[in-house]
């Protein structure tokens, strides 16, 4: 059974820092490219950040030059949030895509597994 676990949320002022951490299990995801999104109350759930399996990696406009997304792994994913703002409020989630290229990874129809998400809220 595919998992993926969402963890290092939390609550932190403007200007700090936080690191995502997604851990997934049930199949090897080496050949996978894997996401985060994140989705802000009565908002759609949007991209932020894609990693493919040879590390291309893709950022929104909103979060490039401040996050940063790695792999350790085959299965651990990390987001690096620095430079935090309160419109970066949201419940953040880790996907999973069977397709490893970087091409069209800000999709999130485009990704076949999901977590439940973890929050992360930014404080004025």
């Known amino acids: 059974q595919v998992q993926l676990v969402e963890s290092g949320g939390g609550l932190v002022q403007a200007g700090g820092s936080l690191r995502l951490s997604c851990a997934a299990s049930?199949?090897?995801?080496?050949?996978?490219?894997m996401g985060w999104f994140r989705q802000a109350p009565g908002k759609e759930r949007e991209f932020v950040a894609a990693?493919?399996?040879?590390?291309?990696t893709n950022y929104s406009d909103s979060v490039k030059g401040r996050f940063t997304i790695s792999r350790e792994n085959a299965n651990t994913v990390y987001l690096q949030m620095n430079s935090l703002k309160p419109e970066d409020t949201a419940v953040y989630y880790c996907?999973?895509?069977?397709?490893?290229?970087?091409?069209?990874?800000?999709?999130?129809?485009?990704?076949?597994?999901w977590g439940q998400g973890t929050q992360v809220t930014v404080s004025s």
């Open positions: 996907a999973a895509r069977r397709e490893g290229f970087i091409g069209q990874s800000s999709s999130r129809f485009q990704y076949d597994y």
């Open positions: 049930g199949r090897t995801f080496s050949r996978y490219a």
């Open positions: 990693i493919s399996w040879s590390g291309d």
